[in-house]
């Protein structure tokens, strides 16, 4: 399996872990947001919205490319951080999943 197909699986798990915790239906952020020069948009968007809207939404593009990736990917942190609050249940697999994506994209 290449890079490219492992992190096409990586992001489909991912999105299937945040449908699961009630964080893929956010809604498409105005075009404005996307012009953000904050760290995940932090000044614009949800972190939800960022991850499906931007984070995966690039990488995807990038898979289908099969263009380079990153050198290196460390968004888990900040997701962690976002779901301080949540429940375990639904804090620990998205962290999990998203952890998986980004040594995927590190490794590469």
């Known amino acids: 399996m290449t890079v490219h197909e492992?992190?096409?699986r990586g992001l489909r798990q991912l999105e299937v872990v945040l449908m699961s915790a009630g964080l893929w239906e956010e809604p498409?952020?105005?075009p404005s947001a996307?012009?953000?020069h904050q760290p995940f948009c932090v000044d614009t968007m949800s972190m939800?919205?960022?991850?499906?809207?931007?984070f995966i939404a690039r990488l995807q593009a990038l898979v289908?490319?099969?263009?380079?990736?990153p050198a290196s990917c460390d968004v888990a942190p900040a997701m962690e951080v976002w779901l301080k609050d949540a429940p375990a249940s639904q804090r620990e697999p998205v962290?999990?999943?998203l952890a998986a994506v980004d040594r995927i994209v590190t490794r590469a």
């Open 48 to 54: 939800p919205q960022w991850l499906r809207y931007v």
């Open 6 to 8: 492992e992190l096409a």
């Open 34 to 36: 996307f012009e953000s």
């Open 28 to 30: 498409l952020p105005a």
């Open 95 to 97: 962290i999990r999943q």
């Open 64 to 69: 289908d490319a099969r263009a380079p990736l």
